[in-house]
């Protein structure tokens, strides 16, 4: 146990080594030992997440630790990944490496510099000729099945664009989201619950792609969008705590009004401690 303890070696190292005591079927944490790739992956997605939001909130102190805790799963699969015989962490870090050199010529090898355009264009073919040697033949092929919906919509999107599958500008795709609309509007009042959950669909899926064309990212704006409804709904508790009063305790009016009241301080500055 002392060698987990000690600063022997590189941080990277007593990681490893951490994990294969955790995984050690005699002597290893039950927990860990019965996890699998597809037990993991949910918890992977989430430390993703919580990196995000450290990062979105400036919060540097935590960000630290969400991104050991994102390292950690990684280690974890690489550890599975190597008790089957598939591969280990070495080569999960020689994999990344050596495709970061080949999307990188201009910075490793003798391709000239390029400007930001041009090399998201390289980067694109680079991506592509990688996708014909997994024999992805596909234009759809290889966009993962397990990423937010909403940024899997801009990537399916994003690679149709790329043959000439897209609308020539914003407008076309605000008629399709107001006629997308109007299906919606349709199926609620005359057909039954599975068209409604279609015509949903194909209105989300028609929003993100205004984000596309907008130059949007989509998750961000809804995480923006739910920050937004969060500051404002407490503000309202706020306000409702300062009348002796809960949410439960009031009705749609009465927080509507306050609703507004929170809006508008917002837009002047005003704390919410100032609002009537």
């Known amino acids: 146990m002392t060698d987990l303890q000690d600063q022997d070696g590189s941080p990277v190292e007593r990681l490893l080594r951490i994990m294969a005591a955790l995984r050690d079927p005699e002597t290893g944490c039950p927990w860990d030992v019965e996890q699998s790739f597809a037990t993991i992956a949910p918890y992977t997605i989430e430390e993703a997440y919580?990196?995000?939001?450290?990062?979105?909130?400036?919060?540097?102190?935590?960000?630290?630790?969400?991104?050991?805790?994102?390292?950690?799963?990684?280690?974890?699969?690489?550890r599975i990944a190597e008790e089957a015989g598939h591969?280990?962490?070495?080569?999960?870090?020689?994999?990344?490496?050596?495709?970061?050199?080949?999307?990188?010529?201009h910075v490793f090898g003798d391709a000239r510099p390029r400007n930001a355009e041009e090399q998201t264009r390289d980067w694109e073919r680079l991506k592509a000729e990688e996708r014909a040697k997994r024999a992805e033949g596909g234009v759809l092929d290889g966009v993962a099945q397990g990423l937010p919906a909403l940024l899997r919509a801009v990537k399916l999107q994003n690679r149709a664009a790329r043959v000439g599958f897209d609308w020539p500008s914003t407008d076309e795709v605000l008629d399709k989201l107001t006629e997308e609309a109007a299906e919606l509007v349709e199926a609620r009042e005359k057909l039954g619950e599975d068209e409604i959950f279609e015509e949903f669909g194909d209105f989300l899926f028609v929003a993100a792609n205004l984000a596309r064309h907008l130059r949007i990212d989509p998750e961000a704006a809804l995480r923006?969008?739910?920050?937004?409804?969060?500051?404002?709904?407490?503000?309202?508790?706020?306000?409702?705590?300062?009348?002796?009063?809960?949410?439960?305790?009031?009705?749609?009016?009465?927080?509507?009004?306050?609703?507004?009241?929170?809006?508008?301080?917002?837009?002047?500055?005003?704390?919410?401690?100032?609002?009537?």
Do not use: C, Y
């Open 87 to 105: 591969f280990d962490f070495a080569d999960v870090a020689r994999a990344i490496s050596d495709k970061m050199v080949a999307r990188h010529p």
């Open 50 to 78: 919580e990196v995000a939001d450290a990062i979105e909130r400036g919060a540097h102190d935590e960000l630290r630790g969400e991104l050991g805790d994102l390292l950690f799963q990684v280690v974890f699969h690489a």
């Open 224 to 276: 923006a969008a739910n920050a937004k409804f969060t500051r404002r709904f407490r503000a309202i508790e706020a306000a409702l705590a300062a009348r002796g009063k809960t949410p439960a305790d009031s009705d749609l009016a009465e927080m509507d009004a306050l609703w507004d009241a929170a809006k508008a301080a917002e837009k002047s500055g005003t704390t919410t401690k100032e609002m009537p």
